[in-house]
């Protein structure tokens, strides 16, 4: 990993617990959590700025490691902000379906999903029994916000239910993702 680079964990809604794989990436790689006011009732623009505030902190640019809703909030921070270009990419796991008629209404503001192609690399991480999104519907997300699409298999919504630990894959995804190309 590029120490360059800073890691800007985003976790989705109620935050990531104990033996979620960012919690532990935090604890053994020191990552750094972007902590939301409010997990429990999160606002898009709050969360937007919130991210904004984090980027802007320092100079180093960062990679952004979203899981769930923190997906939804990169894409919709990078279609307002004009700092993209401190974000070296995006690691974009288990994004939900903030638009299926289920959704809590807690998570209703983050309707409509924000469609428009990142400003740097991404790679999204699905898995295909995701209780939150559709593999057809992460692919659909993926394809519009121009990320690579990795399906890892029935991981559920790649969590500390999982059973994913430090979840060495993912970080090699991470790894990939920030390797200087060619």
Same mark, same amino acid.
């Given at each position: 990993?590029? &120490?360059?680079?800073?890691?800007? =964990?985003?976790?989705?809604?109620? *935050?990531?617990?104990?033996? %979620?794989?960012?919690?532990?990436?935090?604890?053994?790689?020191? &990552?750094?959590?972007?902590?939301?006011? &409010?997990?429990?009732?999160?606002?898009?623009?709050?969360?937007?700025?919130?991210?904004?505030?984090?980027? =802007?902190?320092?100079?180093?640019?960062?990679?952004?490691?979203?899981? !769930?809703?923190? $997906?939804?909030?990169?894409?919709?921070?990078?279609? %307002? !902000?004009?700092?993209?270009?401190?974000?070296?990419?995006?690691?974009?796991?288990?994004?939900?379906?903030?638009?299926?008629?289920?959704?809590?209404?807690?998570? %209703?503001? #983050?309707?409509?999903?924000?469609?428009?192609?990142?400003?740097?690399?991404?790679?999204?991480?699905? !898995?295909?029994? *995701?209780?939150? $999104?559709?593999?057809?519907?992460?692919?659909?997300?993926?394809?519009? #916000?121009?990320?690579?699409?990795?399906?890892?298999?029935?991981?559920?919504?790649?969590?500390?239910?999982? +059973?994913? +630990? *430090?979840?060495?894959?993912?970080?090699?995804?991470? &790894?990939?993702?920030?390797?200087?190309?060619?």
């Amino acid at each position: 990993m590029n &120490d360059a680079v800073r890691i800007l =964990l985003l976790p989705g809604w109620l *935050d990531s617990g104990s033996g %979620h794989w960012q919690t532990r990436w935090e604890a053994l790689h020191g &990552d750094r959590r972007v902590v939301q006011d &409010d997990w429990e009732w999160p606002k898009r623009g709050d969360w937007m700025a919130r991210l904004e505030e984090e980027i =802007l902190a320092e100079p180093r640019p960062a990679a952004l490691v979203a899981h !769930s809703l923190g $997906c939804q909030l990169v894409a919709a921070w990078a279609a %307002h !902000s004009r700092h993209t270009d401190r974000v070296r990419g995006a690691l974009l796991v288990a994004p939900p379906d903030t638009e299926r008629p289920d959704t809590p209404p807690q998570l %209703h503001g #983050w309707r409509p999903i924000v469609r428009q192609r990142l400003p740097f690399a991404a790679t999204a991480v699905v !898995s295909t029994d *995701d209780p939150f $999104c559709a593999p057809e519907r992460a692919a659909e997300m993926a394809a519009a #916000w121009g990320a690579t699409l990795v399906q890892i298999g029935a991981r559920g919504h790649i969590n500390a239910e999982s +059973g994913l +630990g *430090d979840w060495p894959q993912g970080r090699q995804l991470l &790894d990939a993702l920030l390797a200087p190309q060619p």
